[in-house]
């Protein structure tokens, strides 16, 4: 499949519904970014990812990475595409200055990250991972630290890796093995075995900085006994240049669902060589930065997951011709309808856009509130902290899982050519089965949400935001057109604060009540939080076709599928609600051994 | 992953449950099949999918099948585990005697097709294929067309196909363009390509008997203009012996999702010869009998991904350790918890058995049906047709949408490693998502079944299966322990109702009501009919523990998990009732030009 950058819905949600030229203006760093300067990003980011990645996508999932005796071959063409993307100077947007980076405001990075990643995932998780180090070095490393390593990672002549899981520990890092013993010369000797590290070893880059968490010899059990290190692939010497190989291999690649032409590796450290970053037993603490800004990333790929289902699905509803329409013929010319024509197509179409633009939309909100957070001050940026604090663990799951869903209508749009390569439509699938589970699962965000988010804060996080939509249905109480939103949108926020009251109460019994709702609440929250996005944009539709627009039928596109929004898919809410008025109990009575077949 | 055949819930089901026994004692035809005839057979199935295709199934899938130059090479093992299958006699259960038969209940033969295919999906559409064109041969073949194909067929030396789809073509047959041109001696030149067309070349047999439809010249357009023919693809002498290669070749194997050790292939006919089986141009008509089977056959899939997916996910709950629980440390000795203590992973258990047990229950109660309308009599014979016209396209669309379901919490309960090959989690969900496309997709199910079924009888089919569930509940009211799934029932029972009628009152306005209900309807329908078997198997259980059972566990499990059922999946109900609610309005106002990004 051909991808098409959504470039008009990106200029919707940046300009006309979130203003993010007035944004930038709040913030001194971002004063500069006007519309014209982010839409010409826009469009050089589009252009790049419809021609140079989009053609890489299938076939790179087709060939897979090499294995060769602990070297990684990336499928032909990521070599020539990465060095392109690297000339264009997208590894640098959003790194400081000062190491060569154009401090662009996350946000803007956002929407990049959005391009690349719809055209191929499996690509963009090169730039992704390295990103990730940048931040780590950035915020943790001694100075000595961001001279060696950041201005080559930021253009993209390194890459970078975050080295935290183990065989036996993913989402409980708390017991994980590795070891770092500290040598006479200040640097540490890394001994263990690490999993599932993407980009741990390709043929992209001269170099890879690996960042590992490993424990320090008498560290304390459990998560306070982390640390984290810097450790290169190929030794730095004092200037610059690259001196000998280190002692970390890649002992293997995966053969893994999707996402293939992403190498993910196991890595083997041997007594290799490294540098204590940030204080000692300190290392989660300093990962917290990165994972929030992982956990958007990885929100965001739910987003290009349900971007590229529809895509691919409208194509073909209109082009496909099975069966006539209920209510008689619409191409008497043709030997059938073209499918669009049928409910239950249309039904999924409007399922994959509701999801791929209130994503987007729920994205580029947060990813305001990250630039707020990095270089706002004052009470403003205590509250978008606190915003994102709320929100992400709800963007990362729900946009995660609803991605799926509208990768799986993709595959089901098509019949049973969805189900051949060839669309690209069953890839997508097997692409972002990923999404709902790296980074933390739907289960670990859930529990987050409610466990740690809302009822950590006494209600407090949640509060903030029921406040701004609220604010939003007083502002727009008396527009008639809006009150099909706004009568559902308070009743459900209602509904979400008795929820969260009567789990609070629940927990005070039994603690597991909380992880008996948490998967339940966290959905209830995702389908009340896109609702509130799409009665803004809505209401900035109406707005545009009141003042007389030239473009009616994309704004009316927009009403009708914040319409169906209501209709069809925030009803959802109601058997989360059922769930979680049955209690835990049905998940708890069963005694392990009564598991069985 | 190593399979196991749930041997103590196919007996509870068959002897238990449905008492098989009883049943077939009231068809003369299957008066001596007994519970120790069935329970051999039961064990000899289940140590052959244990021990020759469970081996297979990973292996199959990294493999795939090779083609070249027309032809199909199996993966490693397979045409000696096709040889084993011949051997003990399983093509040949429940066709008729006359040609080598064991004329055995297709009820026996669905808890066979049920191990087999759970521990090798791919393996099983070889035979799972010959057997519709067998039926095909045996309902509608002259004496002629019997004597030269069935016994070879039935005993598995020569297989089958059936090839319905062309490019243009899937759900909607009525435009196929494959012709069908007489030959002066009776038989007919066939000349087109058919697609997606399951074993239609292979290297397990010497020969390979394709069903065919095709359009004799100046036949009617549409579904009344197509004839069946068969077509072998190495022509039979008068003898017996095979005689020259027929002109029809393999074009290509499809690239697709999962199944990938069953052959996908492209056919071209390219004037093979071919002989009409059955009345010109009543080839669908035909072809009815089968698809029913087809999708009873398909519906049991979704219970296979269901079962696989649950037996997978529970050997890891038990042994995979990560955090310890809500309500406090429960395995003291180990450095955390298994995960299994935890609510959300104990829902994705118990959904999981709830959806393999349940549609266990379902199939084989449809499967008995089955027995009635084909070897029954009177109007036990016609109240058997209706349930199954009824239930058919509920079993088929529900139950592989929710082993679907199943099989993606399989890889989810097993977090990051659910994407890795090695687990077989990531191949079930590839292999199980076709069975929502074939045989008729989700969508064409639920418009069978409210549009033909359910309002084409005008509530008849519906009646007839409320009125068994009432008969229940009234036999039951009196019985404390069953309040709690008897009232919910009757209550949903009455909606089903109420849903019936408003829907029927909306299509006399707008035909394409029945399009934006119908798969709303169907889900709704699936989760009462799975709450009625769930009752059911509740009271054998309580049942059993009041007459003192040894085996309270096993029993215990049966009732907490139909808890479980009603507390946490029968809620689904309340959306789609809403959904249904908003009616066909929200995706129809969208004008086709609007629809776009």
């Known amino acids: 499949m051909q991808y098409k950058a959504p470039l008009r819905d990106i200029k919707f949600v940046m300009h006309e519904l979130l203003d993010s030229e007035s944004h930038y203006k709040t913030i001194p760093e971002f004063e500069d970014t006007d519309r014209e300067l982010m839409d010409s990003l826009f469009e050089m980011a589009a252009s790049f990812a419809e021609n140079e990645l989009s053609p890489l996508n299938q076939s790179g999932d087709a060939e897979g990475c090499h294995f060769n005796n602990g070297e990684v071959t990336t499928p032909k063409g990521f070599k020539e595409?990465?060095?392109?993307f690297c000339e264009l100077g997208f590894p640098a947007l959003s790194a400081e200055e000062a190491f060569g980076g154009q401090n662009m405001p996350?946000?803007?990075?956002?929407?990049?990250?959005?391009?690349?990643?719809?055209?191929?995932?499996?690509?963009s998780m090169y730039p992704g991972l390295s990103h990730g180090a940048i931040q780590t070095i950035e915020h943790h490393g001694t100075d000595a630290q961001k001279n060696t390593y950041l201005e080559k990672m930021v253009t993209g002549e390194w890459s970078g890796t975050m080295c935290l899981t183990e065989a036996h520990a993913g989402s409980d890092l708390g017991i994980i093995?590795?070891?770092?013993?500290?040598?006479?010369?200040?640097?540490?000797?890394?001994?263990?075995?690490?999993?599932?590290?993407?980009?741990?070893?390709?043929?992209?880059?001269?170099?890879?900085?690996?960042i590992v968490l490993a424990r320090l010899p008498g560290a304390p059990a459990g998560t306070k006994g982390i640390s984290l290190f810097i450790v290169p692939k190929v030794m730095v010497n004092e200037d610059g240049s690259l001196g000998d190989r280190n002692k970390v291999v890649c002992g293997s690649i995966e053969h893994k669902m999707g996402i293939k032409a992403s190498s993910t590796c196991v890595m083997n450290f041997d007594g290799a060589v490294g540098y204590l970053i940030g204080p000692e037993n300190r290392g989660l603490q300093c990962m917290f930065t990165f994972m929030n800004v992982a956990r958007i990333g990885t929100a965001v790929q739910g987003v290009t997951a349900a971007e590229y289902a529809f895509q691919g699905s409208l194509a073909y509803a209109k082009d496909r011709l099975a069966m006539r329409a209920l209510s008689g013929v619409k191409a008497p010319d043709k030997v059938a309808d073209p499918i669009i024509v049928h409910p239950a197509v249309r039904n999924m179409l409007l399922t994959q856009k509701a999801f791929a633009e209130g994503g987007r939309a729920l994205m580029y909100y947060l990813s305001h509130f990250v630039d707020t957070v990095a270089k706002g001050n004052g009470a403003e940026q205590e509250f978008a902290d606190q915003m994102l604090s709320l929100l992400t663990p709800i963007a990362k799951a729900f946009l995660t899982e609803t991605g799926l869903e509208a990768a799986n209508h993709g595959v089901q749009v098509y019949g049973g050519h969805g189900f051949i390569s060839e669309w690209g439509m069953e890839q997508n699938v097997r692409d972002t089965r990923i999404a709902c589970l790296y980074e933390g699962t739907t289960e670990i965000q859930a529990l987050d949400l409610l466990g740690r988010k809302v009822l950590g804060s006494q209600g407090k996080l949640l509060a903030n935001f029921v406040q701004v939509i609220e604010q939003f249905c007083e502002e727009h109480k008396d527009n008639d057109e809006?009150?099909?939103f706004i009568r559902p949108l308070i009743k459900h926020l209602k509904e979400w604060g008795d929820l969260t009251s009567r789990i609070g109460m629940q927990a005070t019994e039994n603690p597991e009540a909380v992880g008996g709702a948490a998967v339940d609440y966290l959905y209830f929250s995702g389908y009340v939080t896109l609702a509130y996005l799409w009665a803004r944009m809505a209401l900035v539709a109406q707005t545009a076709i009141a003042e007389g627009t030239t473009e009616s039928a994309f704004y009316y596109a927009k009403i009708k599928t914040a319409q169906f929004y209501y209709a069809k898919l925030l009803p959802r809410t109601t058997t989360y609600v059922q769930r979680i008025s049955t209690g835990v109990e049905p998940y708890m009575s069963m005694d392990v051994e009564q598991f069985a077949f």
């Open 81 to 84: 595409a990465y060095k392109a």
């Open 106 to 123: 996350f946000s803007l990075s956002t929407v990049i990250n959005e391009m690349v990643g719809t055209a191929n995932w499996s690509f």
């Open 177 to 210: 093995r590795t070891k770092a013993e500290p040598n006479d010369d200040g640097s540490y000797n890394i001994t263990g075995q690490k999993i599932f590290i993407s980009a741990g070893e390709h043929d992209l880059t001269d170099n890879i900085i690996h």
């Open 482 to 484: 809006m009150g099909q």
